[in-house]
């Protein structure tokens, strides 16, 4: 069956470091991979999104990379600071039609960036 | 302005009672969704339309019956609420070009006790 695994733990680290999370996948052919920010009591915020014949997306401080070979995409926050603690999903797309996108998402990555 | 709303903000309710959760959006898209995150925070899509048309329909017990009047609502009704539908219920919509990326209201939690 098709699975998408995120790191469970929460990831801590120290403000002006990197962060990187990790977004892997099974039995799926993504064409499209999504990432979103959540925060507490909020909705899910779109931030990147990187296509299958793609190796790597920047956006200001954020680069997602796709590897789909290895099955899996990265997620990095380079100069992270305490306002980027959240937790992350990854979105997997295994097709669009006209009308509508289905993602599958990852089960998130909490992540906590401390002074 | 917000983008996309959902009323309302918390449910509670007794096993066995019908509720409704309404979501609009004011961004101009065709394609709305409705998302069910549960306590362990996994985000698991529900039902998709475009322009009023069903477009994804997951397995979803048919308790549950979405409709949308217009292109800018999509509405969620539940029938005879049990506990296991206590969650956090997300409407979201998106353009039908570019990237797609989806806008997410900011959820309804539902408690059925």
Not at chain 1, 95 to 103: E, F, I
Not at chain 2, 9 to 22: A, C, F, H, P, R
Not at chain 2, 76 to 81: A, P, Q, R, T, Y
Request: charged content about 20%; hydrophobic content about 30%; aromatic content about 10%.
């Amino acid at each position: 069956s098709q699975k998408i695994e995120q790191n469970s733990e929460a990831l801590n680290i120290q403000e002006g470091k990197t962060a990187t999370l990790t977004c892997n996948y099974t039995n799926y052919s993504p064409a499209y991979l999504q990432w979103y920010r959540q925060d507490p009591g909020r909705g899910p915020v779109f931030l990147l999104l990187i296509r299958e014949n793609e190796k790597e997306k920047r956006k200001e401080r954020l680069k997602v990379t796709f590897d789909t070979t290895l099955k899996q995409s990265l997620f990095h926050i380079t100069a992270s600071q305490p306002a980027d603690s959240a937790t992350y999903l990854c979105a997997l797309e295994a097709s669009r039609t006209g009308t509508a996108s289905k993602l599958t998402f990852g089960t998130g990555t909490r992540l906590q960036v401390t002074l | 302005d917000t983008a996309v709303s959902q009323t309302p903000k918390y449910l509670v309710t007794q096993m066995g009672n019908d509720k409704s959760i309404k979501c609009e959006q004011n961004l101009g898209h065709d394609t709305m969704y409705w998302y069910k995150q549960d306590s362990k925070k996994f985000l698991k899509i529900m039902f998709s339309y475009n322009n009023k048309e069903l477009i994804i329909n997951e397995t979803v017990p048919n308790r549950f019956s979405p409709k949308s009047p217009d292109k800018a609502h999509l509405n969620l009704h539940i029938n005879s609420l049990e506990l296991g539908d206590s969650a956090v219920y997300f409407c979201a919509s998106s353009q039908v070009q570019g990237t797609y990326e989806q806008y997410f209201g900011p959820g309804t939690r539902l408690t059925v006790t």
